[in-house]
């Protein structure tokens, strides 16, 4: 932690829940007490305490997951370039992006596909940021819906998908490259006022974007991995094809072995995953025989007017199960919970399960990947 | 059953696994005793009590999986035709293909992905072909490895997908299509003489193909559903993107709901999926109390290197299980197993469950899919 971030930390140690004091568009967002799993490039989660206490995560505890330093982005310069399947090529200013179109606010929940990589990792190592269970947040979102600006443009017959590129300088192989996503045409053109499809944003929680969240502009794609909502989003791209782009032909897939073989057949991640996490107590906390309260989140699967359902809580090994009140429930957000159970003497911990709409469960295990992704095995926490 | 199938199958009744007297290249096999869904297009599987009687599965026993009729095709006049990202362009006759390039044979089972699909119709309907258990057959292929004839065709930089294409005429949206499928250039491009990914195949179980089999020209694919090895092959196209046939962009994916978004996000299926299913006794048939030999085959999943490990069967829904003893085990092929259990009066039948040399046993329960793909669960088969 450097001399700034110190400050930020005790600064907004009070206040915890309220937007932090330090945030601005010029600077790193403080990352008062997340816990940091790198700094260059920034990837630091929340400590679950913090993230269960509200049902929107103020940007102080919202995760941040980057794969390059955030790029230094002149707002009056940038223009967001929209290219390749479209009758008309675009090139937007931020005031244009403002004036010329009909803004729209959603609340979506974003979350990394490597939330829970660590749990991956008891089984057999798995690279990458070593995620816990905090690497996931729910944000209120402003911005234009992206079938509004490729409507503007006009998306040629044979587009099959969109690409989205950051502004971001990763190092891969060698070279430099920007990060890259895309997504299926019909996700794109979804239009739905309430939930667009996906969505060019400028704000978070009803503030400009932090640098550390894409600032001036990124891409919010509700119900899918976060690595679908690029940061610092410069260009679009208009597609017959998914983005060739190493961050959806390679990686962000499920392979066993990650060669070429299995990188061509496997389709990338999209949709993230019925999920539910217990939040407090913390693990291996000193918890009294007894009556406890156990609070959480849950996540339905990604897909379109799927909810959280019902989540239940066992303190004996999945033997029994307490059914726990859920909070706002919503498609595409996740849930907060909180469950009563009776813990006996010698108790190994405690498990949660969530079950959605669509009447799907978590699974009690999930196979090991290779890069660790969409773990969502029932999740268990020892106490003591 | 028309007149001339009735006649084959008096004829053949006493040759159970010798070829068929009647099959030749100009007219259909006979169907001897097989499970026929359709007669046009022709869909049959053979009866599990024969399908088990041999490693080595009769052509006339062997499943028939057609999308059309079976193409009248002049093997004096076949070409088959390289096309797309090569540096030549070829047209093969059938002397070319049988001197101009090194033929290999190898034993490799074909199975549909729709195998077992009427057990996903027991939890809600699911069209298409009503397979039992027997869309499954292993057989000895010879061809030229698909890589030889790439090489000579001079793949460009840019390939990443190799589309086959067949002559047959399917009735599909007010138009007619060929019969469709594409595979990775990694798998397509794999030489290896023992198991070439990928062959153009003129003969099965060393007799020219037949009609319903594909002749005079099919892929063969080892360890992918059998929807990836074309019949009646009459172009190779090569590249950038997988084949935009209805086969491989609509049809032949895992889906729920089968709209145009979960099309666009999911892969094709490639690999066929570890399974096991028992074939005598049949479902009802009534046994005695005592000592049971039950038999049946074993898939491993169809990765290079796995093979099928061991194989368990149960009496008494899952308490106890006996390991069966294993015939010839090998990656890309079935095995043919028997167990010997003791079932007490009043069982509810038999389960048997497999798994292969990565450790992975097949589940108890799979998730439905909308069309009925990859049914892999635990095989039960109710006594009497």
Chains 1, 2 share one sequence.
């Not at 990686?251 to 496997?266: C, H, L, P, T």
């Not at 909810?307 to 199960?321: I, M, N, Q, Y």
């Not at 969530?354 to 009690?364: L, M, V």
Request: charged share 20%; hydrophobic share 40%.
């Amino acid at each position: 932690m450097n001399r700034r971030d110190f400050l930020a930390a005790t600064a907004t140690a009070p206040l915890l829940g309220s937007l932090p004091l330090f945030a601005n568009n010029n600077s790193s967002t403080a990352v008062d007490s997340l816990l940091v799993h790198t700094t260059t490039p920034m990837n630091a989660e929340p400590h679950l305490a913090n993230l269960v206490k509200s049902d929107i995560t103020p940007v102080s505890q919202f995760y941040i997951r980057s794969h390059a330093p955030n790029p230094k982005i002149d707002p009056a310069a940038f223009r967001l370039k929209v290219e390749g399947l479209v009758e008309r090529e675009l090139s937007i200013s931020l005031s244009e992006l403002a004036n010329d179109y009909s803004s729209v606010r959603v609340t979506a929940t974003l979350t990394c596909a490597g939330n829970r990589r660590y749990e991956h990792s008891k089984v057999s190592p798995v690279k990458g940021v070593p995620w816990r269970e905090g690497a996931i947040g729910n944000a209120v979102w402003s911005g234009v819906p992206l079938a509004a600006i490729l409507k503007k443009a006009g998306v040629k017959q044979e587009a099959k998908h969109v690409w989205f590129e950051g502004l971001d300088e990763i190092e891969k192989g060698g070279g430099i490259i920007p990060f890259g996503a895309s997504i299926p045409i019909p996700k794109a053109m979804d239009s739905s006022e309430k939930m667009p499809g996906a969505m060019v944003v400028t704000q978070m929680n009803n503030k400009p974007l932090t640098p550390d969240h894409g600032f001036p502009v990124r891409t919010v794609v509700p119900g899918y991995i976060g690595a679908r909502s690029v940061k610092w989003l410069g260009k679009i791209v208009v597609s017959d094809k998914p983005s060739t782009n190493h961050y959806v032909a390679t990686a962000y897939k499920i392979v066993e072995r990650a060669d070429a073989m299995e990188w061509a057949e496997k389709a990338p991640i999209y949709r993230f995953v019925l999920n539910s996490v217990i939040c407090t107590p913390v693990a291996d906390q000193r918890v009294e025989p007894g009556n406890l309260t156990v609070r959480g989140y849950a996540l339905p699967h990604g897909e379109s007017g799927r909810t959280v359902k019902s989540v239940e809580v066992s303190a004996d090994g999945g033997r029994s199960w307490s059914r726990a009140k859920l909070g706002s429930t919503s498609a595409y957000c996740w849930c907060l919970w909180e469950a009563n159970v009776s813990v006996s003497p010698g108790t190994n911990g405690l498990l949660v399960r969530a079950t959605d709409s669509a009447g799907k469960t978590q699974p009690q295990h999930v196979d090991w990947n290779k890069k660790g992704y969409l773990f969502n095995a029932w999740h268990h926490v020892p106490v003591k």
